[in-house]
């Protein structure tokens, strides 16, 4: 996009996160959103990250814990729900995996390059802890 | 709604009153202060005025000058009448968010009465807090006496608010001599005074929630020089002018005059000196009293300072053949400001005065008629040599040896 010359936006160090008037913007999903160019969430910061998440949904219980400390609101979820991850705005800090409570964990970090499918065939077994292998119910 | 205060036509002012009853009478939101002498009485006024339920406004007390400025920002972004007041070392606290408030477009009105800038410790009047401002994008008015205090701060308001123009403002006056000195002042009614002005009128406020804003953005080498730019832009070429509309409106209500250059005897003047502040009126009393023996002296006072009024001021010296600029400021390692100022304004034009730097009064070392008189007597000197007869800067009303350079 060709920049703006000094003359060709606004005055101040002032950006605008929609365009035009919002009304009821709680309530709009973010995709829904009429965010500005200014916006930050219309700029993908994806080049910033060398390790992503990996989702794996059979193993997820809902949680959300990993919505509620991502510090870049990049964890998707729908009426509660974890659905994904937004790639644009992860910077693969690892909280997400760190907070997952699930075993094995729901969420994995991996190289930025790593193929999801692969990843996915490839995910780590559950963890059977010594105490449980004592008391088999079964 | 607030209650209205009688007011005499005249009443007896000092310049610390006179600013906060304009204050008061603009109906300021938000006066977000850390009081420091000369400037306490302009904050304490308004918040006396705001508790009695003559102004409806918040006074926000704050842990310093710099926490002082950053608040008023923060309300200004919010969408508010905003002032404040300070002087000397609290200026200097204040220097890093005058860049932000300007750099931000915050119309927001400072008060500083000027104070001179320690070590050693001094809370008597110079210009030194004026001169740290220059370069921080701010307009800066200049009163001589309370009256002006008075006025400049209803044009200040009236100007930075203007959505052409959006930028803070200072007004100016001198610590003691003029902020603790009674005068007679000339009032405005409340309705008056506040119809000047008129209801602010936000612009990008952050209360606007159908509007959501970020400010105070940050930008790199990508962005910063265009807002720089545009900043310097609405200062240089949109003030000025908006200045100069407020002057003509301000004489239409109250009869009063004010003009980008003040001049005293200048249109058949040979002779001048260049100053600001209380200086001013000290000056014109000693061109009386010259003029009454026949010598063609004459006075400028810099009214606005910035932005600076190069093309009224060289209009103003174009025929005159000696000037002296005073500075109430040590320039530290060069020639004063005003000297320099000059220097550039008449560079490219015809005019080639003799021009010599005079410093003086730091401290609230007093500048007196004698003064002005040796002053004057070295510009005739140069006028008649067509050069300079002195060294370049010279110090005036110093005790000891006499000191000069250049």
Redesign the interface.
């Known amino acids: 996009m060709e920049k703006a010359g000094w003359d060709g936006f606004e005055i101040g160090a002032m950006l605008r996160t929609f365009e035009g008037a919002i009304q009821n913007i709680a309530t709009t999903l973010p995709e829904d959103r009429a965010y500005s160019q200014s916006s930050s969430f219309t700029a993908s910061v994806a080049d910033w990250r060398i390790e992503k998440p990996l989702f794996n949904k059979d193993y997820c219980i809902d949680c959300q814990f990993c919505w509620i400390y991502c510090p870049d609101m990049s964890i998707i979820a729908r009426d509660k729900k974890m659905v994904g991850i937004d790639f644009d705005h992860c910077k693969g800090c690892g909280i997400c995996v760190e907070v997952c409570p699930t075993n094995p964990k729901s969420l994995l970090m991996f190289a930025e390059q790593q193929d999801e499918d692969i990843a996915l065939e490839q995910w780590p077994k559950k963890e059977k802890k010594e105490k449980e292998t004592e008391v088999e119910e079964d | 709604m607030a209650d209205t205060m009688e007011l005499r036509d005249i009443e007896v002012w000092d310049g610390n009153m006179a600013a906060s009853q304009a204050l008061r009478q603009v109906q300021v939101d938000v006066v977000a202060a850390y009081p420091i002498t000369p400037s306490t009485p302009i904050v304490e006024n308004y918040a006396n005025f705001e508790a009695n339920g003559y102004v409806d406004g918040e006074f926000v007390m704050v842990e310093s000058e710099h926490a002082a400025m950053s608040g008023c920002i923060g309300a200004a972004a919010a969408g508010g009448r905003v002032a404040t007041a300070t002087s000397s070392q609290g200026f200097a606290l204040m220097v890093e968010t005058l860049y932000s408030a300007s750099?931000?477009?915050?119309p927001i009105i400072l008060n500083v009465v000027n104070r001179a800038l320690g070590a050693p410790l001094n809370v008597n009047g110079d210009h030194s807090d004026m001169y740290l401002g220059r370069d921080s994008g701010w307009i800066q008015l200049n009163a001589y006496n309370p009256q002006h205090a008075y006025d400049l701060n209803f044009i200040a308001f009236k100007v930075a608010e203007d959505h052409d123009v959006?930028l803070p403002a200072m007004v100016h006056q001198d610590g003691f001599m003029t902020s603790h000195t009674a005068q007679g002042v000339h009032t405005m009614t409340d309705e008056q005074g506040f119809n000047f002005v008129g209801e602010f009128q936000p612009m990008?406020d952050m209360l606007d929630l159908?509007?959501?804003?970020?400010?105070?953005?940050q930008?790199e080498e990508?962005?910063h020089?265009?807002?720089k730019?545009?900043?310097q832009?609405?200062l240089m070429t949109v003030a000025i002018p908006k200045i100069e509309e407020a002057f003509d409106a301000f004489e239409k209500l109250t009869g009063r005059r004010y003009n980008l250059v003040e001049t005293h005897q200048m249109d058949d003047a040979e002779m001048a000196v260049i100053c600001m502040g209380t200086s001013v009126e000290t000056a014109m009393e000693v061109v009386n009293e010259l003029r009454a023996q026949g010598i063609k002296a004459g006075v400028v006072g810099i009214r606005v300072f910035r932005p600076w009024p190069l093309e009224q001021l060289a209009e103003v010296l174009k025929n005159v053949k000696a000037i002296g600029a005073l500075d109430r400021s040590s320039p530290h390692g060069t020639v004063g400001m005003l000297f320099n100022e000059i220097a550039g304004t008449l560079f490219n034009t015809d005019a080639k005065p003799v021009l010599t730097n005079y410093i003086y009064g730091l401290g609230g070392r007093d500048l007196t008629k004698a003064h002005l008189v040796s002053i004057f007597g070295d510009l005739k000197a140069n006028m008649d040599a067509g050069k300079p007869t002195t060294p370049l800067q010279q110090y005036i009303g110093l005790r000891g040896p006499k000191l000069s350079f250049f």
């Open positions: 750099g931000m477009r915050l959006r990008n159908d509007h959501p804003v970020t400010h105070g953005v930008t990508d962005w020089f265009e807002h730019a545009r900043q832009h609405a």
